[in-house]
């Protein structure tokens, strides 16, 4: 079942910041966190795995909540750059890396 | 980073032919490989699972006659979309992850499928 993202979208100026959260109904072993531009493939920022570890963007943090299945991203002084649809992705099974995704969060930084 | 080539990046295709889409893994091995398809302003939808030397493993709904999967080595998979119709047209999108224990997913840089 695919996790649900919110908010849907948003539109920031340079400088504010952001959350965009990822619920799962499922137990998760791991979260996994994507940037997508218009026509271009997902870019990996961070993943978070049950446990506390974490990997990822120096810019860019996020947390991960395994009892409520849910995870946040924060995006702090946000930069025209950061634009562009973010996905979570979860991972259920732990073992085979299979990730279902999340519908998408819209941001928009605006100059 | 890990980078992940998809080969051709857009292909236009009449109805009834086939394509096939390479996915291929540069600077590392992948035993597993995922394709992806995504409809504008959608999210990925998982179509299968590639493992190296084995069959795909399809998702439900993904007919595995239409779409074959081939991961001959631990750096190629590719796709096939066989008797392409406009209704497989999509933006298709190959992710490997890391033979070495880690648990990225890389992803290509997708192929645009146009079929008339």
């Known amino acids: 079942q695919q996790p649900v993202q919110s908010p849907q979208a948003v539109i920031l100026r340079e400088g504010e910041d952001a959350v965009i959260n990822c619920s799962s109904s499922?137990?998760?072993?791991?979260v996994h966190w994507y940037r997508q531009k218009h026509g271009e493939a997902p870019v990996f920022l961070m993943i978070?795995?049950?446990?506390?570890e974490q990997k990822g963007h120096e810019k860019i943090s996020a947390s991960f909540n395994e009892k409520k299945q849910q995870s946040s991203l924060y995006l702090t002084a946000s930069q025209l750059s950061y634009s562009g649809t973010y996905f979570c992705?979860?991972?259920?099974?732990?073992?085979?890396?299979?990730?279902?995704f999340g519908s998408g969060t819209q941001l928009t930084v605006l100059p | 980073g890990a980078v992940v080539s998809q080969h051709p990046s857009r292909v236009i295709c009449k109805s009834g032919t086939s394509v096939k889409i390479e996915c291929r893994s540069l600077?590392?091995?992948?035993?597993?490989m995922f394709w992806y398809r995504q409809f504008p302003k959608k999210s990925l939808m998982l179509m299968a699972t590639?493992?190296?030397?084995?069959?795909?493993?399809?998702e439900q709904g993904v007919e595995k006659d239409k779409f074959l999967i081939n991961h001959a080595s631990l750096t190629l998979s590719t796709l096939t979309v066989t008797s392409a119709h406009p209704e497989d047209s999509s933006f298709y999108i190959c992710?490997?992850?890391?033979?070495?224990?880690?648990?990225?997913?890389?992803f290509g840089p997708g192929t645009r499928l146009t079929v008339t």
């Open positions: 992710s490997a992850a890391d033979s070495a224990g880690t648990y990225e997913q890389y």
């Open positions: 499922k137990a998760l072993y791991s």
């Open positions: 978070l795995l049950k446990g506390g």
């Open positions: 992705g979860t991972d259920a099974s732990g073992s085979a890396r299979q990730l279902t």
């Open positions: 600077d590392f091995q992948a035993t597993t």
């Open positions: 590639s493992n190296e030397g084995s069959k795909a493993t399809y």
